[in-house]
C-alpha cells in the first residue's frame, strides 16, 4: 500500500509527466464507477481541454490544480489518492492499455497518463474551484512530514492523550499525514521504541527520537527508490511488496538477525488487523 515515500515519488512523476501540458482527451473504465465523484462522464468532461498547472503532495494525497479548457472558470482541482494498489504511469499514445486501467488523460505532447488501480479503493475526485482546504478529509490532516517537518512538541502533546499502542497511534492521519504501516515500523525501530508501548507512556526524549526517526525513515526510503530507479523518465512506482528488492531494516524481515543489536531475531506481531515488525531485544 502507498505510504508517504510512494506518493511523494508520484508527485515528482506526474509534476514532471503533467506540468504545463494540456489534456487532449480522456477516457475511462466503466467498471469503475466508484473511484469517481462527480460521476466519471462529468469529470473527463472538466478535464478535456484543461491544463496542469501544479501537482502537489499532502500525507498520502495527490492534489492536482488546473486550468479549465475553452470555457475558462475557476481553477479546476483533483485530489487522487492511490488506495490500495493505485499508480500513475506514463504510456505512449499508442501503447495498448494495461489491466486495471481506470482513467487515461491524453496530454498535448503525444504521452498518455494511465491511472491503474487493480482493487479500485483509489479516489478520484473534483475539488470546485482547487479549494483543497474545504475537502474535510484533506482539513483533518495533521502536518505532513516531509512538506512541514515534525515537531516534537507537539508530537508530545498530542501522544500524551492516546491510549492506543505507539504503532497504532502513528497510523492516524491526523497525528502526522502520510505515516503508514511500513514508515510506522521503521520509525520505531530507528528509535528504539517497542511498538506495543501506549502511545502516552512515550517520555520527551523518546519523543524527540522518533520524530528524528520518522524523519530519517521516510528520507531513506526516498533515497532507495531513487536508487532502484523508481523517480525518474517512464519508470513505474516500485512497491515493496510485489517485485522490489527489500529496503527495510526491519519491516517484511521476521525471523532476520536484527541488524542493530544482532542479540534477538526481527519479530512479526499483528496490531489493529495490521503487521507490524520490530525487535525484542533493542526496542525498549
Ligand atoms: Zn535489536
Known sequence: MPELPEVEIAARNLRRWAAGHRVRGTESDPRAA???RPAAARVLARLRGARVDEVRRVGKNLLLTLTPGRRGGPKLGVWSHLGMTGQWVRRRAGDPPLPARRLSL???DGARL???????FGRFRLVPGARFDQVPDLAALGPDPLNDGVDPGRLFERLKRARLPIKVALLDQKL?????NIQASEALFRARIDPRRPARSLSRPEVRRLATAIRASLEFTLRSFAKIGADGGDADIAYVEENAPNPFRVYGRAGARCPRCKAADVVRIVQAQRSTFFCPSCQK
Not at 114 to 120: A, E, H, L, N, S
Open 34 to 36: 466508484r473511484v469517481f
Open 114 to 120: 494511465d491511472y491503474v488501480d487493480m482493487r479500485m
Open 176 to 180: 502526522l499525514a502520510g505515516i503508514g
Open 106 to 108: 491524453a496530454l498535448d
